[in-house]
């Protein structure tokens, strides 16, 4: 069972432009949503997080936009660059008790010039 | 630097082997992880540890078997490989406390190959 849907698999967008990926989740005892970011040959590294009490984080050309009551969350990267170029996880988890992550199925974005 | 460090990092077995992949801290973290990546479906948990003294079963146990030698390192074991269980594995660490981010720190992989 998918607790974490993620959307697209892939996405292509020019430099410059804005990257958009969308997760939704099931568990609303979930309150912790971070995404994460690979680079080939390295293992994925927090980039962003974002709790339940605010609809929007942003940090340099990062956004995470929150709707609790649709239980989805999104990033958008603002001015996409090339090396912006990863694979991208979306997850969840709750804070207190049992807080082991659930990962989306990522998405592979590329920024072409 | 504190670092997650994984060996080996590339290995090719045969069907039926016996395989153990491990890994170590030096972040001392109390909380280790092992996933599998698989294209197209993201990274699953295999197996967690909150202490030494504490194991549990992630979404996709079977056929893995981990050990938890110190607080520093954690061992995942392919009892009997089989091709399925071709995937990029990672380790993961985090930091113990209620009210802090739950940010995993993850190793650099190694990618396991099953013929």
């Known amino acids: 069972q998918q607790q974490v849907k993620q959307s697209p698999q892939s996405l292509i967008v020019q430099k410059g432009g804005i990257s958009i990926i969308n997760c939704a989740y099931e568990n609303t005892a979930f309150d912790y949503f971070p995404w994460y970011q690979q680079f080939p040959g390295k293992g994925p590294a927090l980039l962003i997080a974002?709790?339940?009490?605010?609809s929007e984080k942003k940090e340099g050309r990062f956004t995470i936009s929150f709707n609790k009551s649709a239980k989805q969350f999104s990033l958008h990267i603002m001015d996409s660059q090339p090396g912006d170029s990863a694979t991208y996880f979306c997850?969840?988890?709750?804070?207190?008790?049992?807080?082991?992550?659930?990962f989306g199925t990522g998405t592979r974005l590329t920024i072409i010039p | 630097d504190a670092d997650v460090t994984q060996t080996p990092r590339n290995r090719i077995t045969k069907t039926g082997k016996r395989i153990m992949l491990e890994c170590s801290q030096t972040?001392?973290?109390?909380?280790m992880y092992w996933y599998r990546q698989d294209p197209g479906l993201g990274l699953r948990l295999i197996y967690y540890s909150f202490d030494v003294k504490d194991i549990n079963k992630g979404e996709i146990s079977d056929g893995y078997s981990v050990s938890r030698q110190a607080q520093a390192k954690f061992s995942l074991s392919l009892e009997s490989a089989i091709p399925n269980q071709t995937a990029l594995y990672f380790c993961a660490t985090s930091v113990v406390g209620q009210g802090r981010n739950n940010e995993q720190f993850f190793g650099p992989g190694t990618r396991l190959t099953v013929l």
């Open positions: 972040k001392g973290h109390d909380r």
């Open positions: 997850a969840a988890s709750m804070s207190f008790g049992n807080e082991k992550l659930t």
């Open positions: 974002i709790r339940p009490d605010v």
